[in-house]
């Protein structure tokens, strides 16, 4: 087995063409594992994985449960609701209890840009970020690469739109790096209030405020969730007016490719971001995404944890 | 008081370092000679520069000396070379003139100069006015506003009309706590990247510009601590082309450091007012050279291990600067600017900002001063600093310089 350059999985900037080649290959394999009538491999056996989730997940916890469950590693829930941190103590106390009941990897979500870099700096333990405030999560846009990989051949060369909140989207972010990493084009396409002013990714990415345009030469097209939040920040006047300007509609979709792509992160906002008639349509591969998401979530603790058997 | 006789030290005097001398420091002055069996030091042709004025200072004690004391806080100073500071604290606001007395009376155990900024309003809410005048006659020596925004702009033209009989200084730092909108860091590229809620520039040039005009509608003397960005530089200029009497400072780290630094994503680099862009801090720096800003602020604010020891989001902001400021700063300063500028920067504009007689070294006067190798590199560990803190963004760092010793107030103290 090919080692990963990295020992943790913090974000997809700076991450070689290589380790993410490298992760998508070994997800297509536990992709066609995942296919079998029995889904278990032993490539995890004996070693413990804490779900450590400070915020509230569902599907992405659920995914990382279920990866883990499929190696065949022990796995532990930690969640804030429940958790010693309600009771006051802090993120570096929290990880040296749970590190000394010798846990092997760590997936972490927490509101805080960083945590998954901190608690690296402050554990022996592998560090797998499943998002960080609005910073990145990696797996999320590694399952996102995958998808359009198994559906269009490869990410080199095409075109991947992002609709919505930029600005808020650790989705975004982490597909920004990925995606140009591996050679595709990305546009970034979202109401000024809710798209970053600067990025460091200026020169690599193309800016457009009009959905239509930015669409047009898309092979694929994700569209972020809008947090109803940003009404209450007077960031957007409403999500009526959203959905009309900015929601993937059939109407919209009359001025992309034919055969486009639509992705979505999840939890969908029907109605909003993208009407129902799209998501259930047959350009949506929302629910490949999912399966995906096991797949790459395998991979990424299989290569991870080998990287540091081999060390 | 102790003496102590520094052998081979060069004094800055008149504007320039001299040669290699012996200083005699007796009884807190600098004398022809010493007593016999004075104990000696071979400061081996290191620096003699005249001590420090920290602008900027908040030691915690009374209402949180679970953090930090004024002890402490008089230690980190005899480290790091500093006769005097100019104290406010946000979280002890002096807003009565018990306070005030409470406050004098506890610094002047330290033998070294304190100032004190009162609070325009009570617990700096900018709801009530705090009794200025009293204040003024107690002995504070301008009026801040605890680094927080005075939003309600009403307030602030009723504060500062009614500070003017004192004819004090008003002390802000501008920043809108609604353009702030809990944002931590400068807005920018690097906080793009990482996702962070930032603050933009014109959340202070807006601030800045609010309080420039009521000081000239008023005639009110105002000064901006912590300036961070250019564009504020820009708006002074012209305030004073207009006659504003307006000074400012900047803080040292944001000489030193830029918003480059958030990578990192060290929790220490979590300040009150931002580290803003490589353009801004070199914004700054051409503001010293230009005499636009008057003075370089410490803004020394404690915070427990506890506050830091999280991601730097959830970071208590603060940053303790007394023990590392000189060695830090004084080579970049006095190579850009010469080291009478460095001095003037350092030391007597703080000093006479504050209203407090500068350090002036010169025989047969009070001698507070600093002996500084500036071609020492020194390692900045969680020991140096004085107390249970070690909030640092240099905490790990090398430092082109080093501090051997201080005399202030007729104590020697061996860094």
């Known amino acids: 087995m090919s080692a990963l ?5 913090f974000g997809l900037r700076g991450v070689s ?15 066609e594992i995942l296919e079998r009538p029995v889904k278990k491999v032993p490539s995890l056996r004996g070693m413990t994985v804490v779900n450590l989730f400070f915020e509230n997940s569902t599907r992405t916890r659920t995914s990382f449960e279920l990866a883990e469950k499929r190696l065949s590693a022990d796995t532990v829930n ?57 910073h990145e999560h990696p797996t999320q846009a590694l399952l996102d690469m995958l998808t359009v990989e198994e559906k269009l051949g490869t990410l080199e060369g095409k075109n991947v739109t992002i609709v919505g909140d930029i600005r808020h989207s650790r989705v975004a972010r982490s597909n920004l790096w990925g ?42 097209i994700i569209a972020l969730r809008l947090q109803k939040e940003r009404m209450d920040d007077a960031l957007l006047p409403s999500m009526r007016e959203y959905r009309n300007t900015f929601g993937i509609t059939r109407e919209l979709l009359e ?49 991870l944890a080998g990287g540091r058997a081999n060390a | 008081m102790p003496n102590m006789v520094l052998n081979n030290v060069r004094p800055f005097v008149n504007g320039k370092f001299g040669k290699p001398t012996k200083m005699c420091l007796v009884d807190g002055a600098w004398t022809d000679s010493a ?74 155990k330290s033998s070294l100069e304190f100032a004190f900024l009162g609070a325009f309003s009570m617990g700096f809410l900018c709801k009530d006015l705090s009794e200025m005048v009293e204040l003024a006659q107690g002995g504070a020596v301008g009026f801040g506003d605890g680094n927080r925004d005075c939003s309600r702009t009403r307030f602030l033209r009723l504060a500062m009309e009614y500070g003017s009989m004192t004819g004090k200084r008003f002390f802000f730092m501008p920043l809108d706590d609604s353009l702030r909108h809990h944002g931590l860091v400068h807005e920018g590229c690097y906080a793009d990247t990482l996702g962070m809620k930032s603050i933009p520039r014109i959340a202070e040039t807006i601030a800045a510009f609010r309080i420039l005009e009521m000081s000239r509608f008023l005639n009110v003397p105002v000064h901006f601590k912590q300036v961070s960005c250019g564009e504020t530089l820009k708006l002074v200029e012209m305030a004073r082309a207009q006659g504003v009497d307006v000074t400012c400072d900047v803080d040292i780290y944001h000489l030193l450091i830029d918003d480059s630094s958030l990578f990192d994503l060290n ?23 230009s005499g636009t800003v008057n003075a370089i602020s410490m803004n020394h604010d404690p915070v427990l291990g506890q506050d830091k020891e999280v991601n730097f989001e959830d970071a208590v902001p603060g940053a303790v600067s007394l023990e590392t400021a000189l060695p830090a700063i004084w080579k970049p300063l006095s190579e850009r600017l010469g080291a009478a500028r460095a001095v003037e920067l350092l030391s007597t504009a703080p000093a006479q900002l504050a209203g407090v007689a500068p350090a002036a070294l010169e025989v047969g006067k009070r001698a507070d001063v600093v002996i500084l190798d500036p071609d020492s590199p ?19 760092k090398t430092l082109p310089s080093k501090i051997l010793g201080t005399y202030l107030g007729g104590v020697w103290t061996e860094v």
């Not at chain 1, 350059?5 to 999985?9: A, G, N, Q």
């Not at chain 1, 690599?204 to 669409?215: G, L, R």
């Open chain 1, 17 to 31: 063409k290589h380790d993410i080649r490298l992760i998508l290959d070994n997800a297509k394999q536990f992709r």
């Open chain 2, 267 to 289: 929790s220490n680099f979590n300040v009150s007012m931002p580290f803003r862009s490589a353009e801004d801090r070199e914004a700054l720096w051409k503001g010293l050279e």
């Open chain 1, 78 to 134: 930690f969640t804030s609701s429940n958790s010693s941190v309600k009771k006051g103590e802090t993120l570096v106390d929290t990880l040296r209890n749970i590190e000394a009941m010798k846990i092997d990897i760590v997936v972490v979500r927490h509101k805080g840009t960083g945590v998954p870099q901190f608690l690296a700096d402050n554990s022996n333990a592998i560090i797998v970020n499943a998002g960080d405030g609005a």
């Open chain 2, 378 to 396: 020194m390692s900045v560990g969680a020991s140096l600093f004085a107390g249970q803190v070690s909030n640092s963004p240099l905490l790990g």
């Open chain 1, 5 to 9: 350059e990295i020992k943790h999985l």
């Open chain 1, 255 to 303: 001025c992309a490719k034919d055969k486009v792509l639509i992705m979505h992160p999840g939890p969908i906002n029907r109605g909003v971001e993208l009407d129902s008639e799209i998501a259930d349509g047959e350009n949506s591969v929302i629910l490949n995404q999912v399966t995906n998401g096991v797949a790459v979530r395998m991979a990424v603790l299989y290569l």
């Open chain 2, 35 to 108: 007593p016999e069996g004075t104990p000696e030091f071979d400061a081996k042709g290191a620096l003699a520069i005249p001590a420090l004025f920290g602008l900027g200072l908040d030691f915690k004690e009374p209402l949180r000396d679970d953090i930090y004391t004024f002890k402490d806080g008089v230690c980190a100073m005899r480290r790091g070379g500093f006769f005097g500071g100019l104290y406010e604290s946000s979280a002890n606001p002096i807003d009565d003139s018990q306070k005030l007395t409470a406050m004098q009376q506890l610094s002047a």
């Open chain 1, 179 to 220: 995606m140009t990493t591996m050679g595709a084009h990305v546009t970034l396409c979202g109401p000024s209030t809710l798209v970053p002013r600067n990025t460091e990714l200026m020169n690599k990415v193309t800016w457009e405020s009009d959905v239509k345009k930015a669409v047009k030469n898309a092979d694929a």
